[in-house]
């Protein structure tokens, strides 16, 4: 009975054992087993790759649960109304002290308030009051000043919104709003 070739190892020259070089018996590849993959090997790996993929959903809600257990975010004073003036930002930080945000004064008693950065890749956006609208100057995007929608280059989602609150004669903030699209 002769061997299964496929089991047979060859050097890849094709020369017979006693010519070929001593680093090829110092170092042998045994082709057919080199790809051969055992029944245990892909479930052992496919079972590995499935925990993997449980772990990161988990994870992903433990996340979105921490999230919603953190509550709504606070109420900050954030300027006086005479303190900006119409056609001019004030940037300030909201709801945490590293989460940069623009006020911008429209008209007499409008304002609105966007985060500053960018959806895209969260470069700090400018305002441009007098064209009514937010570049990102990183990548040319836009947004509508009045809306917070991407109006063109690569942003896709709108701004989160500042939900603003006049009292007397100062402004707060309020809460955020997330569009999904």
Known sequence: MSPDPEQMTLPPDGKPDSEQPAWRHDFPVDWPQDHY????????????????FVVGQVWIGA?????RRAGLPPVRRITEIDSVAIGTALKFNYPNKDDACLLIRTGDADWVAY??????LSCA????????????PCHEGAFDLRTGRATSG??????????????????????????PS
Do not use: W
């Open 115 to 120: 985060s500053q950065k960018c959806t895209h």
């Open 154 to 179: 690569p942003p896709r989602r709108p701004l989160p919104r500042v939900v603003l609150q006049v009292r007397r004669n100062d402004i707060y903030a309020t809460g955020l709003e997330v569009s």
């Open 37 to 52: 993959v055992a029944r245990r090997d892909f479930t052992k790996f496919m079972v590995l790759t499935s925990f993997a």
């Open 63 to 67: 996340k979105n649960v921490l999230r």
């Open 125 to 136: 956006v400018v305002p441009e009051v007098s064209r009514g609208c937010l570049n990102c």
